[in-house]
């Protein structure tokens, strides 16, 4: 049985993810489609548009059979944390080939790449202190780091995920087929085009731009979600605790505490206070995944408290999906959950108060956490 696994953020879901869905799915040419897929906040440390039940929804409409959660603890986080989640939960519902896209467009390449970290742990790993005791990003240090090793560098987001993707199947040694898609637009590029890119559609959703051209299924997209809504909140949590307080919270490291109740008062939006606090040091995304740990108070210990992760929420599923975990259901080594109330985890904590946190601008949001119906609407008809 050949079961193809993506791992999907669909922030929204536009022409682009359908392409890539559907180019995997030739690739591969699979039995079962599993998407592992961010929940409520995505690896920018944002929250989604729309909410994960809908983001799956779409995805069983247009093609997945089952819809699997990355739990938050992995999801804001670094690439690295990231990439290790989503790979070890697909590898333990069973996929057999894995398709990613990237601007590189070349799996030969990040096979190279993975293979020579792997074989050269204590080198790579000394590159990579040497250059971020300079003062460079962990990306950036990342970076010169291969460049000394095997003169190669990635440095867009896609391909650094996807380098990510590889190097966990690779050091695991999974037995998992790899393959890569070349990306056909600009990650960050704001202009909407025939395939626009994510970062287009959010700003011309918020904008009430006409984006039906772009989009699957505007019904979806009738109430929007944005970081700003959180923004007093926020700022209420940094102006509350002190700074020994602050220093307690996941990724808030260095002294940049300090910094937060510094600017707090000086700034008027949440983008004004990321800019703000964005340095050299440190990256916009690690500055918004640094600021939504705040936002929900979780501890350094919490998080640390969280893992191992050894379950798998199902969000969505068809007739096919439901069909293949009645299969595995005795021989799967993780706890396959339907309901949260089924099984208890730390990180499954973490899930419920990240949806307590959006419940602040969505009070319907618990209520479909803890009444959510895995088995799609779609495939009763």
Excluded: W
């Excluded at 929204?12 to 592992?36: C, R, S, W």
Aim: net charge positive; hydrophobic share 35%.
């Amino acid at each position: 049985m050949k079961i193809l696994g993506i791992i999907v953020e669909y922030n929204p879901f536009h022409t682009g993810h359908l392409y890539h869905l559907q180019k995997a799915k030739e690739m591969v040419k699979p039995d079962l489609t599993i998407a592992i897929m961010s929940g409520n906040y995505v690896q920018r440390g944002e929250v989604a548009i729309i909410d994960k039940f809908k983001r799956s929804e779409l995805a069983i409409k247009y093609g997945v059979d089952l819809v699997i959660e990355l739990p938050f603890a992995y999801v804001c986080q670094s690439a690295d944390y990231f990439c290790k989640g989503a790979i070890d939960l697909l590898y333990h519902i069973g996929i057999t080939d894995l398709v990613f896209g990237s601007e590189c467009g070349d799996i030969d390449t990040f096979k190279e790449i993975a293979y020579a970290i792997k074989n050269h742990p204590n080198e790579y790993d000394q590159y990579v202190k040497a250059a971020m005791k300079k003062g460079l990003r962990y990306p950036d240090a990342c970076n010169q780091a291969l460049s000394l090793l095997l003169n190669k560098s990635i440095k867009t987001p896609n391909d650094l995920l996807g380098l990510g993707y590889v190097k966990e199947v690779i050091e695991n040694d999974y037995p998992i087929t790899l393959h890569c898609i070349k990306r056909s637009n600009d990650y960050h590029d704001t202009t909407l085009t025939k395939i626009a890119s994510a970062t287009a559609l959010r700003k011309a959703l918020k904008e009430k731009q006409d984006v039906h051209d772009y989009l699957l299924d505007m019904s979806y997209y009738d109430s929007l979600y944005q970081q700003n809504d959180f923004f007093d909140y926020l700022k209420y949590q940094i102006i509350i605790q002190s700074p020994t307080q602050l220093k307690k919270i996941h990724l808030v490291d260095e002294g940049i505490e300090n910094l937060l109740k510094k600017v707090i008062f000086n700034v008027s939006s949440y983008e004004e206070l990321v800019n703000k606090l964005t340095s050299k040091r440190y990256t916009k995304t690690r500055i918004q995944r640094m600021l939504l740990h705040i936002l929900m108070n979780n501890t350094k210990e919490e998080i640390k408290d969280c893992f191992p992760i050894n379950y798998l929420h199902i969000l969505k599923m068809n007739q096919n999906g439901q069909n293949y975990l009645k299969t595995i259901k005795k021989t799967c080594d993780y706890h396959l959950i339907t309901t949260l109330s089924s099984y208890t985890h730390p990180a499954l904590d973490l899930e419920i108060k990240s949806s307590k946190l959006l419940s602040l601008i969505d009070n319907q949001i618990i209520k479909k956490e803890f009444q959510n119906i895995p088995v799609s609407e779609l495939s009763k008809r």
